[in-house]
């Protein structure tokens, strides 16, 4: 069965450092992974997507991410955190029936 | 390009009673999925629909249907409303089913509470 851990459900940074999210995915076939953000109220925006070739992927706003088989991870990453990334980030993996992590929920610190 | 719209966005209704609500996918979207989102149970998949035909079903009892039509449109319905059934409900379209350019958008949601 497919299923995602997302196992940090809260993280705080200061602005202006380094984020890494962490994402662990089971999947009996080749994974389509994605992160997702969700500001408070709103619904969920994408913010990249992996379905083949190169394991690092960009997406939008200045995040990253990369897909290891091996350790069946797709963590997202930014260099550099500004306050405005403070929202609840969701990994999923599936195709059109997507299962969602529990999300992890990033406060920026000033 | 406009994006998913759902409608309503709010809505309160009382236990045993039914409900429908509306998603409009992004022009050219062919499925339309549905999520339901509690604090509680997280994001969970209810529904897809592919050109008005079900594709796939979550874990959900027979109270909660849908339907999709000629335009792609979708409704969802949920009948004899159980105070549980107070969620987020978000619609997502994307272009294709199950192939690599079947990323999904997300509508704003309709928040539905039920007393």
């Known amino acids: 069965a497919q299923s995602v851990t997302q196992p940090d459900i809260h993280i705080t940074v200061s602005e202006g450092a380094s984020l890494e999210l962490r994402c662990n995915y089971s999947?009996?076939?080749?994974?389509?992974l994605f992160w997702y953000v969700q500001s408070p109220g709103q619904g969920l925006q994408l913010l990249l997507k992996?379905?083949?070739?190169?394991?690092l992927v960009q997406g939008i706003k200045g995040f990253e991410a990369e897909f290891k088989r091996s350790q069946s991870s797709f963590n997202l990453r930014k260099p550099s955190v500004h306050w405005s990334d403070a929202a609840e980030y969701f990994c999923?993996?599936?195709?059109?029936?997507?299962?969602f992590g529990a999300g992890t929920r990033l406060t920026v610190k000033p | 390009k406009a994006g998913v719209t759902q409608t309503p966005r709010y809505l309160i209704k009382t236990r045993g009673q039914q409900v429908t609500l509306s998603c409009s996918p992004i022009?050219?979207?062919?499925?339309v999925s549905w999520y339901q989102q509690t604090p509680g149970q997280g994001l969970q998949f209810l529904f897809e629909?592919?050109?008005?035909?079900?594709?796939n079903k979550g874990n959900f009892p027979g109270r909660f249907s849908g339907r999709q039509f000629s335009n792609s449109r979708s409704e969802m319905n949920v009948s004899t409303l159980e105070l549980g059934d107070s969620a987020l409900y978000l619609c997502?379209?994307?272009?294709?089913?199950?192939?690599?350019?079947?990323?999904?958008?997300f509508g704003p949601g309709t928040r539905l509470t039920v007393t």
């Open positions: 997502a379209s994307s272009l294709a089913s199950g192939t690599p350019n079947s990323e999904q958008y």
């Open positions: 999947y009996g076939a080749t994974p389509y």
């Open positions: 992996y379905f083949s070739g190169d394991t």
């Open positions: 999923a993996v599936g195709r059109n029936d997507m299962r």
């Open positions: 022009s050219g979207h062919r499925s």
């Open positions: 629909y592919f050109s008005e035909t079900q594709r």
